[in-house]
Every structure is written in C-alpha cells, then in structure tokens.
C-alpha cells in the first residue's frame, strides 16, 4: 500500500502547497486551496496485474530509426465533422477529452458515436443507469453496433472488464464520477481526477486502445477546474453552444495529432445530434424584407467560413446607466466599439440600451465581425436597413479604422457562393486580392466614418 500524505491543492490550476494559502501563486485566485489526500502512483507492476495486455517490458531507450510508425492507425468513425475535428479519424491509443458544461449534449455525441462506429466499444457511465442509456439510444436511433454499456465508477474494474471485452474504443462518462480505489478522496476531487486520468493515459497507450473522457466544465470555461488535465491527454475537444438554441460547435483546443484549426457543428434536434456541413445557410434567417438591427458577417470559424447574422438593437435608455447586454460577444468588446462610434463618428449611443445578439446562439471570436456589429449598430440607431444581400468582414480598431482581416478570399468566396451583392472589407486588404472571380461586388473602407457615408446616406 501506497504511503499517504495530505497536502493543499488548488482547484483551479492544480497547483500544491504543503500549508494552506489564501491567494495561488500560481494562477493568483482567491480561496481556491483544499485539502487533499495524495498517494503515490501504482507501480507498474502492480498496474500489469490490473491490465493483462499491457507491455511487459521496461521502456528502454530506442534510437528514433528504430521506432516503427505503423501504430498511428486512425478509426474511422460515421461522424464527419468529428472525424475533420480529431485530424482524421481516432489515433489509436489516444486519450481525447470532451469537455462542455452540463446538458450541453456531450453524452449524447459520445453514445451517437459509440453505436455508430464500425468497431467494439466499451461505454462506461458512472452518470447514468443502463436503462437510461438504452432510452437515449433508441432515442438517437443509430444504428446499433457492437456496443457495450458499463455502469461503474472504479478504474480498476473498468480495466478489468476492459481486459476482458478487448474493445476497440472506450468511452468514459465521465471523468468526475470514476474513482482510483487506492486514494481515499472523492470522485471529482483534485487527487481523483489525476490520477484515473493518469491510469487512463497510461491504459491507452499500453494498450493502445484509443479512450474519450468526458469532462465537466466549470463556470470560468476551465475543464473540471483542474487544468491539469489538459496536459495529461492528447487531445482536448470542447463542445460548446447555448443550451436555448439548437447549434453546437466542438472546437479543438489542443490536438497532438492535428491542427486546432477545425471546428465541427451540430444541431441538437429531437432524435439526438446531427451534422451541419452548411452552417452558413442557417445562420442567416431567410427573410425578404430588411430589417434595421441586422447585419451578416462572413466569419472564420477555425478555417471554415461561415456567414452569421448578428442583431443590434438600440432604444433610448429609461434610466441614467444605459444597459449593454451581449450575447455570443464579448461585452468589454461591445463597449469598446461604441466608444469609438461615440467618440470618432459622434454617434449618441451612451444615451442609449445597446442589446446585441449573435444569431444561433453561437459564440464568435473572430475579430473579423466587428463590422458587422458596427452596421448593424449605426443601422438600429438611426432606424435605416442594411440591405440584406450585403455582408461584412472587418476588424475596427481604436481610432476608428478598418483593419485588415486573415484569409478574406476565403470569406469574400463564401459570401459569392452564397449569392450575396456586395461585401464591405478593409482597404488594407485589397493588396494582393484577385477580384475577377468573383461575381460579388467587393466595397472597401478605411475608417468608420466611410461605412457610414457608403450604407446610410
Ligand atoms: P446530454 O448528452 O445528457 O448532455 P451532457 O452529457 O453534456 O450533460 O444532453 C442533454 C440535453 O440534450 C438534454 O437537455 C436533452 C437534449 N437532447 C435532445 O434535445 N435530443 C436528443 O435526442 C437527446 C438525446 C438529448
Ligand atoms: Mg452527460
């Protein structure tokens, strides 16, 4: 047995302390030290007797020549967006962690993909009974492989059962639930989530079965308040999206095996999540008549395109502080932005509400909307429409100018496919730009001031 030792972890970056410390070293947040039990890790041997298929040899040191590449074999699954997302497929033994906060559908995914996949799987829930499961299931309604369900919390009996089964694939639900049964703290705690996390690394790449964790998000967007996670697997995905709107993205954060580039969308619909492989013509509402408020981006989500709607909508304020309110942008982003129609385009809007909202509940961090967002400010402040086949791609900067934006072919292209008229960009972007291609008429501006003169007068 593994001696024990209490110490002082923080639950937010993981950090450890011998004492207990009001304020972390480490990431500088208040109160976030508890006390837990740690113990040292489980031998190796003693790990070999958990898991049969494990290699028995000690590592020794290999001349890069030597080593043999033949394992990075990727399983295919029936999932496109998910596939594009991991770089091409399942790197066997990998560990992959799905964060998300809860009900945000990464259970569902993982099941979706645990019967649609053309291998043997092992899903293992210490959330969910198996009927629950099962009801899920019909409810998706994929067609059912060779897939097995595995209501337990304890790592070493998952491994054994694992040892057992041989699957393909495993999918564990979630990392907060499991328990390593030679340290005594909770699941969920610091010390837990290490080390099943620990094991699992360690079970995938002996055995080199490939395994998901799902993970818990906590409220600041870190995963499962350890952070520590993240350098433990090989890949951390994050299912993101507003659970009053049906769009989901599952973004890459780190990828040992392919870019972060890529995104995937989703639509959470009644019989569970389906791929969107056109984002763009749903992200636009459809409608004929133009509206003031509203005006169409052409976004870069990882390195696709997409056009989204974004809304604005100012009204007189009915008390002194006048309210901003954003969704699916960046507040401090918002104030920024008035500030500068304010101040360079003498705009009125500190006497007035500014809402904003990004269509489909989707958050943009693309720089390049901001335009976007300007029209449709000016456009809800002085009552006038945007017309509805013109979209935008621009940042704004402090002193009002309209910078270049990346990859803006890409969007100008998208924006053309689509069938829209005119597209505003930046001047600065213009360099290098071959605009014969394109049926769409593409606008450019330098300044606030000009988009202004160019949409509203
Ligand atoms: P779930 O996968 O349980 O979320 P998580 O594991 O991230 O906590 O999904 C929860 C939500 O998804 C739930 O509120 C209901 C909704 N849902 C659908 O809309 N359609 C479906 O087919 C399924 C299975 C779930
Ligand atoms: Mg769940």
Redesign the pocket.
Known sequence: MATIKKIFACTNCGATSPKWIGKCPSCAEWNTYVEEVIQKETPREERQKIWKGAKNADPIPTPLSMIRTGTTERLLTPDEELNRVLGGGIVSGSLVLIG??????????M?QIALGVQAKVLYVSG?ESEEQIKM?AD??ATKQSDCYILTEISTSKIFQHAQQLEPDLIVI?SIQTLAAPHIDSTPGSISQVRETAGELQRFAKETNIPVFI?G?ITKDGAIAGPKLLEHIVDVVLQ?EGD?NYMYRILRTLKNRFGSTDEIGIYA??????REVSNPSELLISQKDEDLSGSAICSTIEGVRPILIETQALVSRAVYGTPQRSATGFDLRRLSMLLAVLEKRGGFPFAMNDVFLNIAGGIRVDDPAIDLAIVAALISSLEDISVPHDTCFAGEVGLSGEIRAVARAEQRIQEADRLGFKEIFISKYNLKGLNLDKFKIKVRTVGKVEELYEALFK
């Open positions: 998300g906060q809860p009900g945000i559908g990464k259970s569902t995914l099941l959330e899920r409810r998706v639900d799902i818990h299912f659970q959470m619909q009644s019989t569970g999540l």
